[in-house]
């Protein structure tokens, strides 16, 4: 990189900057899952199809990604993410003006999703090209866990909205987000262009996948990612259900979306603790017991609907500190192993590995509740939430993986 062009700016102002430029860009990234219970029958939905929608965000990221996050290798990335902004708000602005079903709702969720593919990866790689040392590692753990606070953020602003002024009120609100965002990047940060890439985008990732130190963090990824996207994607939906059986009927959707958004909080509460942790007890310890822990969790959560509110959301609360724990840690990991000339090409494949899993899981989920029994049926949303755990299981193996590697680099320390 040009390293006369770096801002000078302090560590925690650049992350603060970028931080909040990534929850503004990210306001209408949760609007469907906020107002799913309102969508389903206004479009005329099933629920494999609304689940496909929810997961479509991550299908217009996948789009997006290995191109315009490989591309911050080539030009500065507050160029890519002031256009990418411009399409996530058109995508919102589609949902508020034209969507009337299925297709037209599958197409502006895919907006959406590029414009997350290039506001998210280029964000970070625009945090890592300015921030050096230890700041590195954990702006980098921030930045990830701020993710959820995104997510957060879009459930409360588009419940609010929609309970008071309309569902298509809240994603016109929504899409002011970005462009917002697109603003305190390009006039915040100072101009930094870095060395000309000596690859293309797909050699990029080849690259990528021959870093050894790379590949337990992208399979840990894509385990925890079908977990945590699917989680997100139904949440609300799933207490919707739950306040029904509590005789809370009239719940407004801002109502439950906020309830929502405060239990999805404790995901960036727990990326950031967890990250602190494992610097001390290690990183592959600690994406162990998130694996472990949240997958257990995930199996029993959906048969709690009947509990008592408060039970209810304690438990809900646990599974998503369990969920989040190892996020931050896996995102300092893979920032720390990348060959530096590769960043941007290793966050984008990274985050492709893992938003392939947010893409799909919420489709299966979907499924899983029609196939046995629907919304309203007790038993499908304890099979649908089971779905999200077995997955998340497998997320052992690649902390195994990290775990094995660690000790072979301290044998060869200590003699």
């Known amino acids: 990189m040009n390293t006369a062009t770096t801002s000078a700016r302090s560590p925690g102002r650049i992350i ?13 990234f949760a609007g469907f899952a906020a107002l799913l219970p309102v969508l389903v029958p206004e479009f005329g939905l099933n629920n494999s199809q609304a689940g496909l929608i929810s ?49 037209s709702a599958l197409l502006c969720q895919i907006m959406i999703g590029v414009g997350l593919a290039g506001t998210y990866i280029p964000g970070m790689k625009a945090l890592t090209d300015r921030v050096d040392g230890p700041w ?28 008071s002024y309309g569902w298509r009120s809240a994603f016109v609100v929504a899409a002011a987000g970005p462009l917002l965002a697109a603003v305190a990047i390009v006039y915040a940060l100072k101009p930094l262009t870095p060395h000309p890439a000596t690859h293309r985008a797909l050699s990029g990732f080849a690259l990528v996948w021959r870093n050894a130190a790379v590949r337990p963090y992208l399979f840990a990824a894509a385990a ?17 259900f739950a306040a029904g059986l509590q005789g809370s009927d009239g719940a407004t959707p801002g109502e439950i979306a906020f309830t929502a958004a405060l239990i999805l909080l404790l995901g960036p509460i727990a990326s950031i603790s967890g990250n602190e942790f494992a610097l001390r007890f290690g990183r592959a310890r600690l994406m ?9 969790l ?7 609907a009947g509990s008592p509110w408060i039970a209810l959301l304690t438990f809900a609360v646990v599974q ?8 931050g840690t896996m995102t300092a ?22 938003f392939s899993a947010g893409f799909v899981s919420p489709a299966i989920f979907g499924a899983v509740l029609d196939l046995a029994g629907g919304r309203d049926a007790g038993m499908a949303w304890g099979l649908a939430f089971a779905s999200l755990g077995i997955v998340a299981l497998l997320g052992v193996i690649p902390a195994r993986m990290l775990a094995k590697r660690e000790r072979k680099k301290d044998t060869k320390r200590a003699a």
């Open 320 to 327: 998503m500190y369990f969920i989040g724990i190892d996020a």
């Open 16 to 28: 603060t900057t970028i931080c909040c430029a990534e929850v503004l860009s990210m306001t209408a």
């Open 224 to 240: 925890h990612s079908w977990e945590l996207h699917g989680t997100r994607a139904w949440l609300v939906a799933f207490l919707t």
């Open 333 to 354: 990991g893979v920032v720390n192993a990348a060959d530096p000339a590769q960043r941007g090409a290793t966050m984008a494949m990274y985050s492709l590995l893992g």
């Open 136 to 163: 590195q590692s954990r702006g980098a753990a921030i930045y990830g866990a701020i993710f959820g606070v995104g997510t957060s953020g879009s459930l409360i602003l588009c419940g609010a909205v929609a309970g």
């Open 288 to 296: 162990t017991i998130g694996a472990a822990g949240s997958a257990i």
């Open 55 to 103: 997961g479509t965000v991550f299908g217009g990221y996948l789009v997006g990604v290995p191109f315009l996050g490989s591309l911050t290798d080539r030009i500065d990335a507050r160029r890519v993410y002031a256009m990418a902004a411009f399409v996530a708000a058109s995508g919102a602005l589609g949902f508020a003006f034209f969507a009337s079903g299925f297709w």
């Open 298 to 304: 995930s199996c029993i959560m959906g048969f709690f």
